[in-house]
């Protein structure tokens, strides 16, 4: 009766949650790549009927994001079509296809171990796939979150979508890691990580991929697509369930005034407004952070920084604590002055890191060497 009248916390939190998992994977497919990269070269290199350059390699590790540009261009178009639940569902299973397609390419059409370019062009339509999941719920998922939490606790649980993104990462980072790991006193070692190694550690994404797309059928859709597809007797169920029935007569109807299509012309706030929040979004891809996402243990490699997969580790738990800075402090100390210190931070780390590079002493390996700690 408690929550019938007050509404269930704990039930907030359980479908959160579960739209947070996508946030969670969008940070460790666009991560993954980071250790795998180096043993998936190895293996195409070996190709007989196609010569697999630098630039090719170049293009694998990133053809995630032209899924990515795909996935968003049709995130809106989605969720306004088929809603929010069967969107994520449908990001759910892109994700886990490409996890799946990624750990073993050959699938049905190629034989196994046996590099082509062929192979190449599958493993990359695969990892496009996962880029369109990765798209698809970098909009949604937040999207979902502020259409289900209360007005008084819809930022902090949205912000909590960022969190997952790099905690995603970090959880990559050390999966990665440990596959690594779990072979280093293998004489076999360089073989087998080109073989198989890469091959897990695109795989290992199935299990949150597979969770994900099976618990975002038990969520609700939320209330505001509900009113929008006229189902408002359902959308005050999901309403009492959150915010309790002393409210929830008031947050539908706040929705259903909200939900009329409201028209203004483009500049209506000037030009400047659009343009710095466009930008905002341009210089955060443009400061080079998906290179450090990729080639992380490459770069540390390259520095002469000990076991390069165990520095990526460091890395990513630097990440996730500063992030959980930004998410108690944003209130606080407000957007821009975090947008402008974590700005300069970005720019020192980006010197700091060339000038690291430009030193002399750094050996790098072949390219053939798997990232196994000195014995």
Same mark, same amino acid.
């Given at each position: ?12 939190? /359980? $479908?959160?949650? @579960?739209?947070?998992?996508? *946030?969670?994977?969008? %940070? ?17 290199? *070996? ?10 390699? %170049?293009?694998t590790s990133s053809s995630a994001l032209i899924g990515c540009i795909i996935g968003s ?18 990001? *759910? ?19 196994? %171990?046996?590099? /082509? ?17 990765? *798209? ?11 259409e289900v939490a209360p007005a008084n606790k819809r930022g902090k649980l949205v912000s909590?979508? &960022?969190?997952?993104? $790099?905690? %995603?990462?970090?959880? #990559? ?6 596959? $690594? ?9 360089? !073989?087998?990580?080109? &073989? ?8 290992? !994404? ?39 029935? /002393? ?10 005034? +909200?939900? @009329?299509?409201?028209?203004?012309k483009l500049l209506a706030y000037g030009f400047l407004v659009i343009f710095i929040g ?6 955060? &891809? ?26 990526? @580790? ?16 944003? !209130? ?8 402008? +210190? ?10 700091? #890191? ?12 072949? /390219? ?6 000195? &014995?």
């Amino acid at each position: 009766m408690q929550n019938q009248t007050q509404g269930s916390k704990t039930y907030l939190f /359980s $479908i959160v949650l @579960v739209a947070v998992l996508g *946030g969670l994977l969008f %940070g460790y497919d666009t991560a993954v790549i980071s250790g795998a990269e180096r043993g998936l070269q190895a293996f195409f290199e *070996g190709a007989k009927d196609f010569t697999y350059t630098n630039v090719l390699h %170049g293009f694998t590790s990133s053809s995630a994001l032209i899924g990515c540009i795909i996935g968003s261009a049709l995130s809106g178009l989605f969720a306004g079509k088929f809603g929010r639940k069967k969107s994520l569902f449908i990001a *759910g299973i892109c994700f886990f296809l490409s996890a799946a397609g990624s750990y073993y390419p050959e699938f049905l059409f190629f034989p196994k %171990g046996v590099a /082509s370019k062929s192979l190449w062009v599958a493993f990359n339509l695969y990892r496009v796939l996962g880029g369109i999941g990765v *798209g698809m719920a970098s909009a949604i998922c937040p999207m979902y979150i502020a259409e289900v939490a209360p007005a008084n606790k819809r930022g902090k649980l949205v912000s909590w979508n &960022q969190f997952a993104i $790099i905690f %995603g990462q970090l959880v #990559v980072y050390f999966v990665n890691f440990l596959i $690594i790991q779990s072979h280093k006193n293998d004489p076999a070692v360089v !073989e087998w990580t080109n &073989q198989v190694g890469w091959r897990l550690m695109f795989g290992s !994404e199935c299990v949150p991929a597979g969770l994900f797309a099976l618990l975002i059928l038990l969520v609700p859709e939320t209330p505001r697509y509900l009113v929008m597809s006229g189902q408002e007797s359902k959308a005050l169920d999901v309403l009492t369930r959150i915010n309790g029935s /002393s409210v929830a007569s008031q947050v539908l109807s706040d929705i259903k005034s +909200t939900v @009329v299509e409201k028209k203004e012309k483009l500049l209506a706030y000037g030009f400047l407004v659009i343009f710095i929040g466009c930008m905002l979004s341009v210089f955060q &891809q443009f400061v080079g952070i998906n290179a450090v996402l990729y080639f992380a243990p490459r770069i540390f490699e390259s520095m002469g920084m000990g076991n390069p997969m165990t520095q990526t @580790v460091l890395m990513g738990i630097v990440n996730i604590s500063f992030t959980l800075v930004a998410i108690f402090t944003v !209130e606080k100390l407000g957007r821009k002055p975090l947008l402008i +210190t974590g700005s300069l931070g970005m720019a020192i780390g980006a010197i700091g #890191v060339a000038l690291a590079d430009a030193l002399p002493g750094s050996s790098p390996r072949s /390219s053939r060497t798997p990232y196994v700690a000195p &014995q």
